[in-house]
Structures are given as C-alpha cells and as structure tokens.
C-alpha cells in the first residue's frame, strides 16, 4: 500500500535521517521505523546523497520522505523525480504558500511540475503508460508541510483549505520561537493541541515531531498520527550511558 493511504489508516512512526549516508538511511528504515525523512532543509546534503538515502530506504521496504526548503521549487522536482514517496516543506505561513507547493508538486492540470520520464521515479523511461504514470504520480506523491510559525497559526483555517496537502506537520522548535515562549510553555503545548484538533477536524493528517515517547503518546492522544523523530538523541543518549557507565 502506498504511503499516503497507509498514513490515512495507521499511526506510523518515522525518524528524521540528518547525516548524509545512504548506510544511515538503511540503518534507520532497518531499526524498523515507518518511514524516514531526509532532512534538506537543515541538512548539507547534496542531490545524488539524497538519492543514495531514498534507495537505500526503499531497498528495505521502507518509504522515504525529503524535507525541502521552502522556496527551491527545485528541490521539490528533483526529490519527486527521485523516486520519493514524497516532500516534506517547512516554514508554511499562508494558503499560497501552501498552494505554490502543491503547483510544484503535481504535474498539469493540477500543478506545473516539469515532466521527464527518464528519471528513477519514471523507471528511467521503461515505463509502459506516460500518462498514466503522470496521473499515478500526481495521486501517490505524498505532499506536506509544516505550520511552525504564529503566522501560520493564524491562518491556519485557509491553509487548511488547500485540498492537495496530504498532512499538516507542527514543528515545536520553530512554532514555540516563533510564538516567544519555550517549546514546554503551556501556551505552546495548547497552541500544538488546538492546531492538531483543527487538522483532523478538516478530515486531514496532522504530524508533528517529538522528542521521545511521552512526548509522541501525548501527540497520538491529541490526534497526530504522522509520528517523527530523530535516532540522534537515542544514539546519543545510549552511547553516553555507556561511557558513564565503564568509566565509573
Ligand atoms: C521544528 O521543530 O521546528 C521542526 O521543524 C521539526 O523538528
Ligand atoms: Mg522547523
């Protein structure tokens, strides 16, 4: 089943990969995650690295998902052409922010991604039906983005209107600075539940990222179900316990 209907059934369960090897992107889908994210907005990762990650994912059953920045079009045409199940945006603040990624994201009538079908996504030309890969691709690519700032929040409603985004993604770092306050503020974690309840409200996936896993189920219990994380912190945390733990 593909991403995007399997995210419209289950609560899954995925991590940010950040360093740019495909070995981590396999560890990762191997730790038995649901999906990755490969980081380009933060990231220093180059297009052909980002492809290495997105196979070495899928070779493993599992689907990879590339966070773009926000204003390269680009980005968004070369992980789609990839072979990504699909994009993650940040930094979304208004509806035609919103509607300029879905426009990049789908080919005509419904957006004006450019169209190549020697790409890895197009099975490098050995597809059999152009159109009907150009209509399967504009039905299965997953689209999302991040509302993480207090604009967005506040034109949440109409961003929320924009029928081809897949799920809305809260970013708690981003949104607690934005909004001035610290991510465990009262204000912020209010804010991240009000915004999940409108998201689902609509009919559409809400996402967010968490920290550990009080921080995802109180995320699952106010109606996230597009869970991310990051293995570093685990990676971090167990490597130090160790180090303490033979040098005492
Ligand atoms: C944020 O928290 O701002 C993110 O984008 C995800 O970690
Ligand atoms: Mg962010």
């Not at 991590?15 to 380009?40: K, P, W």
């Not at 465990?184 to 915004?195: F, G, M, Q, R, Y």
């Amino acid at each position: 089943m593909k991403f995007k209907e399997k995210i419209k059934q289950d609560i899954l369960f995925g991590s940010f990969v950040t360093f740019g090897l495909a070995d981590i992107a396999e560890y990762t889908a191997l730790l038995g995650f649901d999906f990755i994210v490969i980081d380009n907005e933060h990231g220093i990762l180059n297009q052909s690295t980002i492809l290495d990650m997105v196979r070495a994912a899928q070779c493993q059953g599992v689907p990879a998902i590339v966070r773009c920045t926000h204003d390269n079009v680009e980005n968004i045409h070369k992980a789609l052409d990839m072979g990504a199940e699909g994009i993650l945006i940040p930094v979304i603040n208004t509806a035609e922010d919103a509607r300029n990624i879905v426009k990049a994201s789908l080919y005509a009538p419904q957006g004006d991604r450019g169209i190549a079908f020697f790409t890895r996504a197009a099975r490098y030309g050995m597809i059999e039906d152009k159109n009907l890969y150009l209509k399967k691709s504009n039905e299965e690519s997953f689209i999302s983005i991040q509302v993480e700032t207090a604009q967005s929040i506040k034109n949440l409603d109409e961003i929320l209107s924009v029928e081809e985004i897949d799920m809305f993604f809260i970013g708690p770092n981003d949104l607690a600075a934005s909004m001035g306050y610290s991510n465990s503020d009262p204000k912020v974690l209010e804010t991240i539940k009000e915004t999940i309840e409108k998201i689902n409200k609509v009919g559409k996936i809400a996402g967010i990222f968490v920290n550990n896993s009080e921080e995802a189920k109180r995320a699952i219990e106010w109606g996230a179900k597009f869970i991310l994380t990051s293995i570093t912190p685990y990676m971090t945390r167990g490597a130090k316990k160790y180090l303490e733990e033979v040098r005492n």
